[in-house]
């Protein structure tokens, strides 16, 4: 067997009220005052309260910067950089989904290795480790609290910038599932689906390998049997628990075997049309699935399984893998997912949107080697909702 590094925090809470534990945890890192990295709307939504209020009553100095954007930015990055050093801060909590995550691990990373956000695009460009980052997450989607993946869009170039730099990952993951219990039913499923395709991408991934497999269809059984329920009812805590699960397994894997091209693909489509990476994610999954069917139907079977569908005792590996592929569709017309041509994409831009796909970072680990013809056809397929015809 080949040496393998696996990467996660050394410290991982997860479970309901467990972001009341953060002033303990944050002793042990030794900082002195926290630059809070989080976005408007969890302010006026009071979640930030919950966090200060713990801050306040555990005695740790903060500063709240609340400018991040979806899809955050470079200016994003800056300001926030600009914020820490005024403030005086050693270390970071990062609140909210992937976007506040990430646009934190920019920040934590710029203080100690300087330079511009441009200059650590691609894998490990940094020398130094970030400032210690405490990571605590509001949706059950993108991971990045666990994660060494971090993505930022460059909106001179228009296009997002993927990070895969082991000295981004946080020092401390908090899941807390009653920080999630807000979340609006259409982000829920965009972000639930996002965890799905973690969790399906990793598995077929071309760097998977036993302890990332053994993640990704535990975490495709947690939300096959969560994510409907979490939609259906935001306020249901134990479907909110296991979406909470789902999506941290999912990314324990992810950030240690690798993606493909649904992230590729997807990448686009929120850099030049500001679609949220879950909803983008959601979207294409299906169709990248049905590209990627034949070179691992034995892998999409067992999908099929985590999934919960039954293709029957008889059924071949190739129609077990069409009912991973069905299975999908339909988890994704329950939740609600839009479809391509409901959003802002416009089919002008394929060549363009396929040739930086092509470019991405994910794209060398999808499983079955693709061009850029390929891509175009995808992106095509899923605007015209049209799957490749099968026996």
Known sequence: MSVRTIYWPSINLIGPGCV???????????????????????????????????????GIPYAVFDDVKPNPTTRNVYDGLEAFQREACDFIISLGGGSPQDAAKAIGLLFTNGGNIVDYEGIGKSVYKSVPIMAVNTTAGTASEVTINYVITDEHRKIKMVMVDPNSLAAIAINDPELMLQKPASLTAATGMDALTHAIESYITKGSFALSDALSLKAIEFIAASLPDAVADGQNLEARSGMAWGSYVAGLSFSNSGLGIVHSMAHQLGSEYDLPHGVANAILLPYV????????????????????????????VQEAAQAALRAVQELSAKVGIPALEETAFRLEDIDRLADQAMKDVCTGGNPKEVSKEQIKEIYRRAYYKQYYPRD
Do not use: W, Y
């Open 20 to 58: 009341k534990q953060i002033g303990g945890e944050i002793r042990k890192l030794g900082g002195t005052k926290a630059l809070l990295v989080t976005d408007q709307v969890l302010n006026q939504l009071g979640v930030v309260k919950r966090v200060t209020d713990v801050l306040e009553e555990s």
């Open 289 to 316: 699935m049905d590209f990627n069917l034949d070179a691992c139907p034995h892998k999409f079977a067992d999908i099929a399984k985590a999934l919960g569908t039954d293709p029957g005792e008889t059924a071949s």
